[in-house]
């Protein structure tokens, strides 16, 4: 008996043994924040290894599963040591605490095949030692000043979250990684194509926000917590893959969530109300100017349009309009059904209110 399930075991396993001695020795992948990932791998096989390809994904929002791969350059032999390195200056960059799942596809001259299982690297800037909190879903890190430092950011940001649910009844869905950089020159060196400008940035599709914040501009950079953190959650909460959000909308909460309008942003919408020279809710749907003057307005506004709609007709009208994007609505189409107007006639009525 015992003899008969040996001689059954042999024969289920002889010919998968036989078939192939092709196998990964070793595999890597080393991180260069922000430029590059080196993916590397040893291989060896009876014999000569005629392909490698590496296969990968990329741990973010996406309503298609995209698994992109690269066909690896190498000399054809019986052991070969290869490599590929992802350019991400050809994507514009990825933010820290990417996590990326990759795997190895190769085949030999006698037809074998190899595929390693998925494995991950994440994307960290290793250039600086994090210390690291965690809260409600939200991880914050950052690498100088004291415990005190990091605990009153993430006050900061539990408190803009609590703002935010009160105005809106948005609350946090996925877990959000946020990176505080010791000041903005920092910052921009931790992006391939930074704008001079950029105080902070929030890459909606993996839940990450990146700050430079200094103990001398502490209100500012917990006030850009609250505009950079809304862009995440009213993200998470509309996320569909058929329609964004009019910027107006998207850019004004996140004003709102932010606490009073600061005056250079009041008195450009007093400028332009008084010269007549408003902008319409309808232009305001598009990307905002990039000319720093109108961008002021185009700011202001948005804030004050989103005002108008939260103190006049509360934050649950608020929240049905959020789910309502979340399905895929039009502009138009969204304010209809929860308000019974649209973009014309939110422009008129919300207009009206301002003297
Ligand atoms: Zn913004």
């Known amino acids: 008996m015992l003899m008969m399930v040996l001689c059954m075991t042999v024969l289920a396993f002889a010919p998968v043994q036989a078939a192939s001695n092709l196998k990964v020795l070793s595999s890597s992948a080393d991180v260069s924040f922000p430029q590059s990932i080196n993916f590397k791998v040893s291989a060896q096989s009876d014999a000569k290894i005629t392909e490698i390809r590496l296969q990968y994904t990329i741990n973010m929002v996406s309503f298609a599963q995209v698994v992109n791969e690269a066909f690896v350059d190498f000399q054809s032999s019986t052991n070969v040591n290869a490599q590929w390195k992802w350019d991400l200056t050809r994507i514009g960059g990825l933010p820290p605490g990417t996590v990326i799942n990759y795997r190895w596809v190769i085949k030999d001259a006698n037809g074998n095949n190899l595929t390693t299982p998925f494995t991950q690297v994440k994307f960290d800037d290793g250039r600086y030692t994090w210390k690291s ?38 609350t946090i869905k996925d877990p959000v990684r946020l990176y505080i950089y010791a000041n903005q020159n920092d910052l921009l060196g931790s992006m391939i194509f930074p704008q001079e400008w950029t105080g902070g940035v929030a890459f909606t ?42 910027t107006w909308l998207d850019e004004g909460l996140a004003m709102f969530n932010q606490g009073p309008l600061d005056s250079s942003f009041t008195a450009s919408l007093n400028q332009a109300i008084q010269s007549k020279s408003l902008i319409t809710v309808r232009t305001l749907s598009s990307p905002f100017s990039s000319d720093a003057n109108i961008s002021y307005l185009d700011y202001a506004e948005s804030y004050n349009i989103v005002s108008y709609l939260i103190n006049t007709y509360g934050k649950d009208k608020m929240a049905a309009l959020e789910a309502t994007f979340q399905q895929g609505a039009t502009y138009d189409g969204a304010l209809q059904k929860v308000y019974g107007f649209n973009m014309d006639g939110l422009n008129t009525k919300w207009q009206g209110t301002l003297k």
């Open 205 to 246: 599709s993996y839940g990450c926000i990146a700050i430079g914040i200094s103990a001398s501009n502490l209100d500012w950079g917990k006030s850009t917590i609250a505009h950079e953190l809304t862009h995440i959650i009213t993200a998470q909460v509309t996320a569909n893959p058929y329609n964004g959000l009019p």
């Open 133 to 170: 909190i965690v809260q409600n879903k939200v991880t914050l890190y950052w690498y100088q000043g004291d415990q005190t430092f990091g605990q009153t950011l993430m006050q900061a940001t539990q408190d803009a979250l609590t703002r935010l649910a009160g105005s809106t009844g948005a």
